[in-house]
């Protein structure tokens, strides 16, 4: 069995967005070489996700309402978490709601997906550097 390990590196400018990181996956199972197996994608940041849903606008800005809604940013004086001096508490629960990671097949080379499905990298606490781990196991 063969692995591979590779590191994908985000800035994203706003607080809160997300990225379609599906042709990056893609190019890291071609890199490997690995026809058959299984990729694990996942956030390496706590304020971070990675999920798998419809590339459709509208979708993201009810995700983006529904989140805020969920874990709203403001006021930041009420979680204890930014009691600490920091301000992303919410961006911890959002992540928490989105998912650390994602596992998808690889058959004949490709990543096994249904209709619509697509990789997203999901951010909360923007604006900085964060990573991203594609690790793909098989042969």
């Not at 979708?59 to 529904?66: E, F, S, T």
């Amino acid at each position: 069995m063969k692995s591979f390990r590779k590191e994908l590196w985000f800035n994203i400018p706003a607080r809160m967005d997300f990225k379609n990181i599906t042709q990056d996956v893609v190019a890291c199972v071609r890199e490997s070489g690995i026809k058959e197996g299984l990729v694990l994608i996942n956030a390496m940041h706590i304020s971070a996700s990675v999920f798998i849903n419809d590339d459709e606008r509208g979708l993201h800005h009810d995700y983006k309402i529904w989140l805020e809604k969920l874990a709203p940013h403001e006021p930041v004086s009420g979680y204890r978490h930014n009691d600490t001096g920091e301000d992303n508490a919410d961006a911890h629960i959002k992540r928490q709601i989105m998912g650390r990671e994602v596992v998808v097949a690889v058959t004949e080379g490709q990543l096994d997906f249904g209709p619509w499905e697509q990789i997203f990298y999901g951010e909360f606490d923007g604006r900085r550097n964060k990573r991203v781990l594609v690790k793909i196991i098989g042969e």
